[in-house]
């Protein structure tokens, strides 16, 4: 499971990096400014990651790959803390409305959805 997790976020940094490099000619130009969209992108995390949040807010947060991330690794981290561990069979369950799978599917959608916006504006620009 954690192989696919990291997998698929492989996978998501990489539509990304796609989806980005369409927006610029020059190649410095593209890396510098994907990198920082790309960290910029991780705030997002700290406006969905607090217990007051929803889990629609939590979703709507996963549109962006590394918050995305970050909340599966939150969730992670509190299947680990309480001992259990994170399996196949109990990756549905709910940690502060918001569950592995839920961030698996997102970032599955957001290899789809960068991959789509990428070759779009691919044609366009």
């Known amino acids: 499971l954690l192989f696919v997790f990291y997998f698929l976020f492989g996978l998501c940094i990489v539509s990304f990096c796609f989806m980005i490099s369409t927006l610029f000619s020059r190649a410095m130009t593209a890396a510098v400014s994907g990198v920082v969209i ?41 299947y680990e803390s309480s001992k259990r561990g994170v399996g196949w069979g109990n990756m549905d369950e709910e940690v502060n409305q918001f569950s592995l799978s839920t961030s698996l599917t997102m970032m599955i959608l957001d290899i789809f959805l960068y991959t789509i916006i990428g070759s779009y504006l691919d044609q366009v620009l």
């Open 38 to 78: 790309f960290f910029a992108s991780y705030f997002v995390y700290y406006g969905v990651s607090t217990t007051s949040s929803t889990g629609q807010m939590k979703l709507m947060g996963c549109l962006s790959a590394s918050a995305c991330f970050a909340l599966g690794i939150d969730q992670l981290a509190s």
